[in-house]
């Protein structure tokens, strides 16, 4: 066994014993837990550490994740790849369908990424989930940095920030009212650096497109995206073939490219140890919108 | 701006040891001010988050940056000034990881202040240098008594505003230190600040010359951490700690015992989060009989071999094994998460507590407690509560309360700033008798920080009530001794 033994315990050690604690906690008390699973980085540490968590037990409860239309084949592929390997199960909601039926419809700027909210509450809603796993990190964001790991959300899956309950030591509270649910969030604590180590250490698969590859992209609000059904060049645009790799993976509507060389886990560590830019500064468009998008967006369900 | 100064590009690197703290003091103290502060001359902020403060800064119709508003993050705290709930942070220096929790000072949310502090190694306590210790400065060093954080470092604030005179500042911190002391918190250490300006923050200030001593930076810098001290134990060390040797019978007594005893073989505690059985959902064959026992160490360190009580049943049993998903270990340290095997059938479930039979903890069923009370309405003497305490949670009735903390008071201790009182309002710090429908192993919060801290639930919508810290009975005292003046 190649399971470092350092002396004194490592900060990789700390997150990943916390968070294994957070996800027993969050599912010994809970009626119908679901994790919430896209094959993005932070999802995939946490399905990691709930697989560690419940060992040498599969992962007790399913898999749930919102599916824009507009994801990368690739990131969809590695996400069945994994559910069927540990032997699980994953619902996907639709946002097309939603859209098909006309419950929702296409916003004029294109994007998805906030659609998802109506047919996440559903499934929620719809199943019966009482605890939901999340990957999100109060690092990435300012109104995340307010987030409890265990966080209320009421009939209509809303935060609100200023009503937040306290939440003492590592004692955490997941009871609520029928009709609410609780978000839980064992990486609260990770920064984008911590998730890259620790993906390094424990040699975790990842989809290809978060290391740097050849793609065709085009230039739009200073960000690279990819040429897709949801993404065409408008006039002026040219898809022009550069050397790129994803910080986080979202939707293709949104989610930018960075331009890197960095092609394993080591030159990726050295690369985001260096970089000037946020994660999601640099790549997601969603948040650009206003000074407050992100904690908009969380006080009506989001994720 | 520039650059992280995190540069080890090694997956796993010796890492420089976490420590957790949280500011404290009360509202336009310069909290905020102080943790941008810190993390703009740390060169933890990217290109693009100080831009955006920038510009919030400029729309707000601020001629310089902000830096407040690197924590201030939400709509309303934007638009009123003030910190609402914490925000959490994460930077390193070459010496330290941190994470940091800005927490708010207005009273309105003192709720919010209490979380921040509750996981916190150390407390970074502002106190503005013109109008010096206020009520507020006092309720969160009662606060930082109550949870007990272990390190307090008062930052004297704005002395830009006093032309950096030594006066002002060596009356407060004499005046704090006495504060702390009283309240026996340890190791304090004063620092004249300008949040603003940036003076003994991260850089020491050419403007004091007067004084020697540490940083705001290198004074967290130093602080012993408690995370460090051993999430690690995998692999190596020792068999069987604790085979054979007879420690009390820890029955369910009546209230918690003030022992003594010197920790010379400090002994650990392991509260059971869940009963690992996988039968059918075993991912291989072999493991379809396992049955073990997974939760975090909570204190000392478990060894294979260790005699073991289980509470509140009193049943005994040693350590078969101790596995994690990466393999078995020998011994496993305070903080890690594991799951241990027992080599007898005995019955334990989720909420139990697995403590060595060396110094065990006992379970009781009354016992008395300082409590934060954090909610609207009032706690009330024969009120229901959840205690929750671990994975446990339990019906109980509020007994007595025996007093309440008077803020007021300047110079006293915990006990001796009680006041007779008969309910606890919002923000009050009291002492209450609580009674349970079931044991608990509930213990002095003084020696044991984890199995000694709970929570009260409310029963009916499941709001988080209070903050409780039990504590041990004096031998042989009534619990008036508490309540004087
Ligand atoms: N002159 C001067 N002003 C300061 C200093 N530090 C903070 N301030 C100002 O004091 C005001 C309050 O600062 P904040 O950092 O928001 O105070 P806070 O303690 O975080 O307040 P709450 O979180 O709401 O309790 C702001 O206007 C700051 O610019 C300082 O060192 N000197
Ligand atoms: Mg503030």
Known sequence: MTHHSPARASTLDVLESEGIHIIREAAGGARRPVLLFSGGKDSVVVLHLAAKAFWPGRVPFNLLHVDTGYNFD??????????????????????????????????????????????????????????????????????????????????????????????????????????????????SNWTELDVWRYIARERIELPSLYFAHEREVLRRDGMWLAPHHSVRARAGEAAVARRVRYRTVGDASCTGAVESDAATLEQIIAEVASTRLTERGATRADDRLSEAAMEDRKKVGYF | ????????????????????????????????????????????????????????????????????????????????????????????????????????????????????????????????????????????????????????????????????????????????????????????????????????????SERTPWYEGPTVLEALETAPSVDEAAVAGAGGGAGAGGVG???????????????????????????????????DAAIA???????????????????????????????????????????????????????????????????????????????ARRFHAHVAWLAERPLRVRDRVLVQHGSAVVQAMVASIDGVLDIALPGGTLDSSIRAGHELLLNDIGVVELQLAQPLAVEDYGRHRRTGAFVLVDPQDGATLAAGTARAQAPGSASDAYVRI
Request: hydrophobic share 40%.
């Open chain 2, 245 to 279: 040797s007879a420690g009390d019978v820890a029955g369910a007594g009546e209230g918690l015992e003030a022992s003594a005893g010197a920790d010379a073989r400090a002994g650990w505690r392991f509260p059971v989060q869940l009963v690992l059985r996988p039968q």
């Open chain 1, 74 to 187: 690739e990131v969809l592929d590695f996400r069945d790849r994994t559910v069927a390997r540990l032997g699980l199960r994953l619902t996907v909601a639709r946002v097309q369908d939603y859209i098909d039926d006309g419950r929702l419809r296409e916003r004029p700027d294109g994007t998805r990424n906030p659609l998802q909210t109506i047919p996440l509450l559903d499934a929620i809603a719809g199943h019966g989930y009482d605890v939901v796993f999340g990957g999100a990190r109060r690092d990435e964001e300012k109104a995340r940095a307010k987030e409890r790991v265990v966080s209320l959300r009421d009939e209509f899956g809303q935060w609100d920030p200023r009503q937040q309950r306290p939440e003492l030591w590592n004692l955490y509270n997941a009871r609520h009212l029928p009709g609410q649910h609780v978000r839980v969030f064992p990486l």
């Open chain 2, 1 to 204: 701006m520039t650059t992280t100064t995190t540069t080890s590009t090694e997956p796993d690197a010796p890492a420089p040891s976490l420590l957790r703290f949280a500011t404290a003091g009360s509202v336009d103290d310069g909290k905020s001010t102080l943790v941008g502060r810190l993390l703009h001359d740390t060169k933890s902020i990217l290109a693009d988050a100080y831009e955006s403060v920038e510009r919030a800064s400029r729309s707000r119709g601020a001629e310089t940056v902000d830096l407040a508003l690197l924590t201030d993050g939400l709509r309303a705290e934007r638009e009123q000034g003030i910190t609402i709930d914490v925000a959490y942070r994460y930077f390193s220096t070459p010496r330290r990881t941190f994470i940091l929790a800005d927490c708010p000072g207005h009273v309105q949310y003192t709720r919010n202040a209490i979380t921040g502090a509750s996981t916190a190694d150390a407390l970074v306590v502002l106190v503005d240098a013109r109008y010096g210790v206020v009520e507020q400065t006092r309720r969160h060093l009662a606060v930082a008594a109550l949870l007990r954080v272990p390190h307090v470092i008062v930052a004297v604030n704005k002395i830009d505003l006093l032309d950096f005179a030594a006066g002002p500042f060596e009356t407060i911190a004499r005046r704090v230190r006495s504060h702390a002391e009283a309240l026996g918190l340890p190791d304090v250490v004063a620092v004249p600040v300008s949040a603003l300006h940036g003076d003994n923050v991260a850089v020491r």
């Open chain 2, 285 to 363: 064959p072999e493991f379809r009989e396992y049955r073990g026992y997974a939760g975090q160490v909570a204190e000392g360190t478990v060894r294979v071999g260790d005699a073991v009580v289980v509470q509140p049943s009193g049943s005994r049993t040693t350590i078969a094994a101790i596995d994690t998903a990466d393999g078995p270990l020998r011994e496993a340290g305070a903080g890690r998460s594991v799951a241990v095997r027992l080599a007898d059938d005995v019955d334990v479930a989720r909420g139990d507590l697995l403590s060595s039979v060396d110094d065990a903890a006992p379970a």
